[in-house]
């Protein structure tokens, strides 16, 4: 019987290594303020530098992929709208018509490329060598990873060869373009609908609403906003086309009996990675599921369960019951 191990952040933290989302965030505000500042105006993400700052605040940041699809980009545009063209001044030139949508490509590179460009930095700072000895858990002999951290905890402190390990969002190095760092939301969600004339107009009321339209036309607003909306496409992390990317990987599944989750939240925006292996696997694989706090144990065990898994499959544990010298 083969097992496959899942892992995520907590399975890091567990090692002492700082790879919270929070602890990105004051990475962010003393390395890159000025993206840093664009997250907290358009996202409604709290400042993580707030001394006042709440422990739900805190939490926010742990959800920080969902909120990427949280961008208020009516703000966005407003906030940026000294940048529409004026064709009636008098020193307007014809490249004007383009700066407004120049400005927006200029802010979706700061949230995308440059966004994943700093997390890969990050993650890059992580110290393999603070991992204690007392950390380390026990790993299965006959086993296969399923990595969805960005870091080499299992390569540095564990020895595991990379054939043995998918890192389903790549990892850090230095060609830091390939990570796979978005929202789950489907961008089709986020799509301008066409304004439709009203039902039962005549000829001439249709023609009178079409020229109305046409007088309203803005060239440099229309583009600006269509490029502003293209972030949405992105930003998104397109799990379905990881997974066929990946289907060696998963299509190899077939032997796994046991599966263990480790520091995993099984999010929803990581849902159909879970999917697709429980529809991979040995149907009456078990599942052995870490958890930090109850609430999670309670999260933990109402996901698996709407997944379709057999409640009696499923074991929940302590990254900490799987040290090594704990037997």
């Keep these: 019987m083969k097992t496959l191990y899942i892992i995520g952040n907590g399975f890091d933290i567990h090692h002492g290594l700082d790879t919270r989302y929070q602890s990105f965030a004051q990475y962010l505000d003393e390395n890159n303020s000025e993206l840093y500042n664009l997250l907290l105006t358009y996202y409604g993400l709290p400042d993580i530098t707030d001394p006042d700052l709440t422990d739900e605040e805190y939490g926010i940041w742990s959800r920080f992929e969902q909120a990427l699809a949280d961008l208020d980009y009516i703000s966005v545009l407003d906030d940026n709208s000294d940048w529409i063209a004026n064709p009636s001044a008098e020193d307007f030139k014809d490249r004007e018509w383009h700066q407004y949508q120049q400005q927006m490509e200029l802010i979706i590179k700061d949230l995308t490329t440059n966004l994943v460009g700093e997390f890969n930095s990050f993650i890059l700072k992580a110290d393999y060598g603070s991992i204690l000895e007392k950390a380390l858990i026990e790993i299965d002999d006959d086993s296969h990873f399923l990595s969805f ?13 990379d054939k043995r390990i998918t890192y389903i969002h790549n990892r850090a190095s230095e060609d830091e373009s390939s990570l796979i760092l978005g929202h789950g939301t489907d961008p089709a969600n986020f799509q301008s609908e066409e304004q439709r004339p009203p039902a039962g107009l005549s000829d001439e009321e249709l023609f009178e609403w079409e020229q109305e339209r046409a007088d309203q036309y803005d060239y440099s607003y229309e583009s600006a906003k269509e490029e502003i909306l293209s972030y949405y496409t992105k930003a998104f992390k397109n799990t ?5 990317e990946n289907s060696r990987f998963f299509s190899s599944l077939g032997d796994v009996g046991k599966v263990i989750v480790l520091g995993h939240s099984i999010s929803e925006v990581d849902l159909k990675y879970f999917e697709e292996i429980k529809a991979k696997i040995k149907a009456d694989a078990v599942w052995h599921v870490s958890y930090f706090a109850e609430v999670e144990k309670d999260a933990h065990k109402e996901t698996l369960s709407l997944m379709g898994i057999d409640q009696k499959n499923i074991v929940q544990i302590k ?9």
């Excluded at 379905?240 to 066929?244: L, R, V």
């Design 319 to 327: 990254i900490t019951d799987l040290l090594r010298n704990s037997h």
């Design 240 to 244: 379905a086309a990881i997974i066929i």
């Design 149 to 161: 951290n960005y870091t080499s905890t299992l390569s540095q402190a564990y020895e595991i060869g």
